[in-house]
């Protein structure tokens, strides 16, 4: 059965602190990973890795992929309150064109 | 936690056309939500569907070109009526679920929408 876990499911830290979330997945026909950032309804996409070994970053944000051990990490540095939030994986896969979400990662950022 | 289900997974759709896409839920939810996923680009809300009321809908879709259902508390269809290619997207079911006292949001596994 496909799947997609994310840990930790909460976490609280302090602002100028780095967190690291992780996702794991076993998806048959791996297309791609996403990550998204959700502060009310609709989640902001954040990242699609498709390659392994290969570091995206978007200013404070970082994240890499290992196909091998099936595993994606999203890195935050220097958190700031605003970084609040459900962070969502996802996997999209092909063969039968299905994208699997994780239970998000609930980061709380204290001042 | 809720497991969603979503029919068809995918489909190709001539223009003009329109396409009914269904959403099951395995257990009661008060809201469910639908998005749409086009390569690259955030998730976008098109519209919130409460059982027993008019679905509400996002800035920038209407009830004509993408009518809802919500008969009970576990199904939903969206409609997307008078297709073009601009509608080609994934769209996505959604529902909130209690994780502890927390809320967390569930994602049906999408249907892929190529309209030629």
């Known amino acids: 059965e496909d799947k997609v876990v994310q840990s930790p499911l909460s976490l609280v830290v302090h602002e100028g602190d780095t967190v690291t979330l992780n996702c794991s997945y076993e998806v048959t026909n791996f297309r791609s990973l996403l990550w998204y950032k959700q502060e009310k309804k609709a989640p902001t996409f954040l990242f699609m890795l498709?390659?392994?070994?290969i570091e995206k970053k978007s200013g404070r944000l970082s994240s890499i992929l290992d196909k091998k051990e099936l595993f994606s990490i999203l890195n935050i540095t220097a958190t700031q309150t605003g970084d609040s939030a459900v962070y969502l994986c996802a996997v999209e896969a092909s063969g039968d064109d299905k994208i699997i979400f994780g239970k998000g990662t609930r980061l709380h950022i204290l001042p | 936690s809720a497991v969603i289900s979503q029919k068809p997974s995918r489909d190709i759709c001539q223009r003009g056309t329109s396409l009914t896409i269904q959403c099951q839920v395995d257990s009661q939810v008060t809201m469910m939500f639908w998005y749409r996923q086009q390569p690259g680009q955030s998730l976008t809300l098109i519209a919130t569907a409460n059982q027993g009321s008019e679905a509400t809908y996002e800035s920038g879709f209407v009830i004509d070109k993408f009518p809802i259902s919500r008969p009970n508390l576990t199904f939903s269809t969206l409609t997307v009526s008078n297709m073009s290619p601009e509608d080609s997207s994934i769209y996505l079911c959604s529902v909130e679920g209690g994780r502890d006292t927390q809320e967390t949001q569930y994602f049906g596994p999408g249907t892929r929408l190529l309209v030629l």
């Open positions: 498709t390659s392994s070994g």
